[in-house]
């Protein structure tokens, strides 16, 4: 067992710097494609963070009565009066016991009228004629789910008789949101397994270049009894090497590509605050881009000397 990994050893490193030229390449060759491979795992992270909450967090609202919308006298259906503070404790107790609801927040006319400065701040016009009394009470609702959203509108819409007014989802954006969501999931795992493949493909063709170039060697090996495990296991060590080796140096562009987005990120005061992605993030993929150059170059090395044996 001493004499056979010392073989092993001898043997991987003398092939190594046989072949420096194409070590080098193979090393590089491991460490772009799973750069690019890690730089669309991070960025599918990226997506995974800044879409959980609006994935999870899609919220209606559930406007209540008031006296702009209190029609007394009006045969179809609407708010016969403002809503009572019993109507919006009773709406309130509803949210607090739904299943379907996360989380809630009541807006009272005061708040209505200071988000409207908010919104309308760059036009004092408009905001001049906002009555702070005529605005209505609401409740905004975080459903659990994005597709509960519809289920919790229905609940609560058409009740004029419990002082609910109306109830404004958003319906389309929700259905493309979601939609949005898997459609960019989908890509960019359809882009990383193409990645890897094409690793794969990349360190076959090296292992068969260098596989070439002592095929001689490799058949007098033959001659004299050595066994295709014998003569497999070296180029196997000098593939996962080179993979490991690589992968490395694509661990540390990947996290490097961390601290470049999530300095852009703090540049961008709050616009892509919810898109981020943690060294926690960045380590995982790390370690899971080395384990698969290791693994890659052992399996490409293996792959490349098949046609240089009878196995």
């Known amino acids: 067992m001493a004499l056979h990994l010392g073989y092993v050893t001898r043997e991987t490193a003398v092939s190594l710097r046989r072949n420096l030229l194409m070590t080098l390449a193979g090393i590089l060759t491991v460490a772009v494609s799973l750069f690019l491979f890690g730089g669309v795992l991070l960025l599918s992270r990226m997506v995974d963070h800044g879409t959980a909450r609006w994935k999870n967090g899609v919220e209606l609202e559930i406007f209540l009565c008031s006296k702009s919308t209190a029609e007394p006298d009006s045969a179809k259906p609407a708010c016969r009066s403002e809503a009572s503070e019993g109507q919006i404790a009773a709406v309130r107790t509803e949210l607090e016991q739904s299943p379907d609801v996360r989380r809630f927040r009541f807006f009272s006319k005061e708040d209505a009228f200071n988000e409207a400065k908010r919104i309308f701040a760059g036009d004092p016009e408009l905001l001049s004629n906002i009555d702070p009394e005529g605005l209505p009470v609401s409740f905004r609702v975080a459903p659990k ?60 063709n090296t292992i068969r270049l260098a596989t070439f170039a002592r095929r001689r060697e490799i058949q007098v090996m033959k001659l004299v009894g050595a066994t295709n495990w014998f003569i497999r296991v070296p180029f196997m060590c000098e593939g996962l090497i080179q993979g490991a080796i690589g992968a490395g140096l694509a661990f540390g562009g990947v996290y490097g590509l961390r601290v470049i987005l999530s300095d852009l990120v703090d540049r961008s005061k709050n616009l892509f605050s919810a898109f981020y992605v943690t060294g926690g993030d960045a380590i995982a993929i790390g370690l899971l881009i080395v384990a698969v150059g290791a693994t890659v170059g052992a399996m490409g090395s293996a792959i490349g000397l098949r046609r240089f044996l009878d196995a």
Not at 150 to 158: Q, T
Not at 189 to 201: N, Q, T
Request: proline share 0%.
């Open 145 to 204: 789910r994005a597709e509960l959203t519809e289920k919790v509108a229905a609940h609560f819409n058409n009740r004029f008789n419990d002082g609910i007014d109306t109830v404004l989802t958003a319906k389309e954006q929700v259905r493309r949101l979601l939609a949005g969501i898997r459609w960019i999931r989908g890509l960019f795992f359809a882009i990383a397994g193409v990645l890897l493949a094409s690793s794969l493909f990349l360190i076959v």
